[in-house]
C-alpha cells in the first residue's frame, strides 16, 4: 500500500467516526427543548457542510496522481483540524 493510499484510507476513517459524532449530536439536539433546538440544529448544519467540504478534499486526494497528493494533504488536513475542533467545541456544549 502506498502511502497515498494509507493517508486515504486514514482520513476516510476519520471522517466516518465524525458523521457518526453529528449524528450522536443530532440525537441529542432532538431531545433538546425547543430554543436550544433551533441552535443545535443550525450548528449540526454548519458541521454537515463542513463535513462535505473535508469529503471533497478527501475525493481530491483520490483523484490526484502519486505525485501531486503531497500538495493537497496541508488543505486537507485544515478541512480536518476545522471539523475536528467544531465537534469537540459542540460536543462540550451539548452535555
Known amino acids: 500500500m502506498s502511502m497515498k493510499e494509507a ?5 476516510q476513517a476519520k471522517l ?3 458523521g457518526t459524532e453529528i449524528d450522536k449530536l443530532k440525537a ?5 427543548e425547543a430554543d ?10 454548519r458541521f454537515r457542510e463542513k ?10 486526494l ?4 502519486e505525485d501531486a497528493w503531497e ?7 485544515s478541512s480536518w483540524d476545522s471539523l475536528g475542533d467544531a465537534l469537540k467545541s459542540a460536543a462540550s456544549r451539548f452535555k
Open 28 to 32: 441529542k439536539a432532538d431531545k433538546a
Open 71 to 77: 500538495d493537497l494533504k496541508a488543505g486537507i488536513e
Open 36 to 45: 436550544a433546538q433551533l441552535e443545535y440544529h443550525k450548528e449540526i448544519e
Open 51 to 60: 463535513q462535505q467540504a473535508a469529503q471533497q478534499k478527501l475525493d481530491e
Open 16 to 18: 466516518d467516526e465524525w
Open 7 to 11: 493517508y486515504q484510507k486514514k482520513m
Open 62 to 65: 483520490k483523484e490526484s496522481g
